[in-house]
């Protein structure tokens, strides 16, 4: 049985996940509002990948015979400068993930909950993969500038992306 306080910090993370979701779905919708639609398409998956993330949680709460306790979210940013912009904050926003994972995994090494520490690990390895892949866009970007022909070879490459298949349990 998990301690009340890993529980509610798992149910924190779980919020965290459900903000970032919707945070990118707020991208999402900015991006395609100024014709960004491969942008826009990559943020759309982003959403569920994290939605996904948050299911990840629930589900192992339940399966620990956990009370998960659903918080509201809070409204996400809506207006950006730029979609060089709009990639910025995602890669930030990866990067206060990946402290509250490593957060999340510090608590369950100090009260001993082994079990949630192996899911846990599956978070790090994820975080890895997730600031490594939104550096890459990020860096991309800020070669193009404004190079609008670039600009839109980069939105066209980033309509490119696959829902991953390793992010669902199903
Ligand atoms: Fe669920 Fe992108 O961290």
Known sequence: MLS?????AINEQINNELLSSYTY??????????????????????????R???MRL????????GK??????AQPEIDFESVVQVFDKALA?????TQQIDGLYELAFNEKA??????????????????????EIVHKFHMVEDD????????????????????SKA
Not at 31 to 41: D, L, M, V
Not at 68 to 73: A, C, E
Not at 150 to 162: F, G, P, T, V, W
């Open 68 to 73: 998960v306790v659903l918080q509201p979210i």
């Open 4 to 8: 009340q306080v890993m529980q509610g």
């Open 25 to 50: 779905l707020s991208m999402a919708v900015w991006c395609e509002h100024k014709q960004f639609i491969g942008c826009a398409h990559w943020m759309r998956l982003q959403s569920e990948e994290e």
């Open 114 to 135: 082994f079990a949630a520490l192996v899911e846990l690990e599956w978070f790090i390895t994820e975080q890895v993969e997730e600031e490594k892949t939104a550096r």
């Open 58 to 65: 629930v589900d192992f709460l339940l399966a620990r015979n």
């Open 148 to 167: 609008s022909a670039a600009l839109l070879d980069l939105d066209r490459e980033l309509s490119q992306r696959a829902p991953e298949a390793a992010a």
């Open 93 to 97: 926003q990866e990067q206060i993930v």
């Open 52 to 54: 996904i993330h948050a």
